[in-house]
């Protein structure tokens, strides 16, 4: 459900309160069709002289029972919803909390998902990406594309966590992992089962380093490619010594699925301190 701020005079009884919130949420049901538990509201209550407001402009004269709702949604639903959801909710306000027409003033305004949080960090869009992967889980019925925004999430799972779950069902059957053949580990992938031994560990496996960790600096969306940019904290096990360096895949797409990665490193970090023989 969008998220929803009323500011209103102060003073005001909890019956009448919960009157305004249930009227904003009825509404936001009716004519959005958000779920009715998602709810998050915040109620300001302000003094005279914190509320500064013409009282006839623009569908005035106004009263004391001035009442103003900023709803912050996910997605631009269109004039006429917009004009329904405010008709809807002028009309509740009067039928129950008996707020008049001419005192209620509605600020619609859209966020993509990327631009909020409900808790932990999370963006929306990761919230909602994984939302959708895990209902696809559950259904028998194999995936045949995939969003944007669930591919994005899925490759920074693979770079921050090492998650293959979510990736590998992305992968179409002849995708293609190019690593620079200068790495001890480099070489030509073909397929999701391929992916999956490159990934399960750590690259070059304990010949090379004896720890390895990325994180991702971003994660970048073309028109039909992704780029991750990354930051790599390493100890080779050649020296013993922690390094960090950067480097970025490039991932192509194609009908929804992965069909290609490319990895562009400074091999040189890696190749002066692989062991003898492994760098070349």
Same mark, same amino acid.
């Given at each position: 459900?969008? &998220?929803?701020?009323?500011?209103? +005079?102060?003073?005001?009884?909890?019956?009448?309160?919960?009157?305004?919130? /249930?009227?904003?949420?009825?509404?936001?049901?009716?004519?959005?069709?958000?779920?009715?538990?998602?709810?998050?509201?915040?109620?300001?209550?302000?003094?005279?002289?914190?509320?500064?407001?013409?009282?006839?402009?623009?569908?005035?004269?106004?009263?004391?029972?001035?009442?103003? &709702?900023?709803?912050? %949604?996910?997605?631009?639903?269109?004039?006429?919803?917009?004009?329904?959801?405010?008709?809807?909710?002028?009309?509740?306000?009067?039928? #129950?909390?008996?707020?008049?027409? @001419?005192?209620?003033?509605?600020?619609?305004?859209?966020?993509?998902?990327?631009?909020?949080?409900?808790?932990?960090?999370?963006?929306?869009?990761?919230?909602?990406?994984?939302?959708?992967?895990?209902?696809?889980?559950?259904?028998?019925?194999?995936?045949?594309?995939?969003?944007? +925004?669930?591919? @994005?999430?899925?490759?920074?799972?693979?770079?921050?966590? /090492?998650?293959?779950?979510?990736?590998?069902?992305?992968?179409?059957?002849?995708?293609?992992?190019?690593?620079?053949?200068?790495?001890?580990?480099?070489?030509?992938?073909?397929?999701?089962? +391929?992916?999956?031994? &490159?990934?399960?560990?750590?690259?070059?496996?304990?010949?090379?380093?004896?720890?390895?960790?990325?994180?991702?600096?971003?994660?970048?969306?073309? %028109?039909?490619?992704?780029?991750?940019?990354?930051?790599?904290? @390493?100890?080779?096990?050649?020296?013993?010594?922690?390094?960090?360096?950067?480097?970025?895949?490039?991932?192509?797409?194609? %009908?929804?699925?992965?069909?290609?990665?490319?990895?562009?490193?400074?091999?040189?970090?890696?190749?002066?301190?692989?062991?003898?023989?492994? #760098?070349?």
């Amino acid at each position: 459900m969008p &998220f929803v701020e009323i500011s209103l +005079a102060r003073g005001k009884s909890a019956e009448h309160l919960e009157a305004v919130s /249930r009227a904003v949420r009825e509404a936001l049901v009716a004519e959005l069709k958000a779920d009715p538990e998602d709810v998050f509201q915040l109620i300001h209550q302000h003094d005279p002289h914190e509320r500064v407001f013409s009282r006839t402009f623009r569908g005035g004269s106004r009263s004391d029972g001035w009442t103003v &709702f900023r709803i912050t %949604d996910t997605a631009d639903r269109g004039t006429g919803v917009r004009r329904r959801l405010c008709e809807t909710l002028v009309r509740l306000l009067r039928e #129950g909390p008996g707020v008049e027409p @001419a005192d209620v003033s509605v600020l619609i305004t859209v966020v993509p998902p990327d631009g909020f949080s409900f808790a932990g960090g999370v963006l929306g869009s990761d919230a909602q990406a994984a939302g959708d992967l895990e209902a696809a889980r559950d259904k028998s019925a194999a995936r045949t594309a995939y969003t944007k +925004a669930e591919m @994005a999430y899925a490759l920074s799972g693979l770079f921050e966590r /090492r998650d293959l779950d979510l990736i590998l069902p992305m992968l179409r059957d002849d995708f293609l992992l190019s690593v620079p053949t200068s790495l001890p580990y480099g070489g030509e992938f073909t397929g999701p089962e +391929a992916f999956r031994g &490159f990934f399960s560990g750590v690259p070059g496996g304990a010949e090379v380093w004896e720890s390895f960790s990325s994180g991702v600096d971003q994660v970048l969306e073309g %028109d039909d490619h992704f780029t991750v940019q990354l930051t790599n904290t @390493a100890v080779p096990k050649a020296t013993g010594k922690a390094l960090v360096f950067h480097n970025l895949w490039l991932f192509e797409t194609a %009908d929804g699925r992965l069909v290609s990665g490319q990895l562009y490193a400074d091999t040189a970090v890696v190749t002066t301190t692989a062991p003898a023989g492994k #760098g070349s």
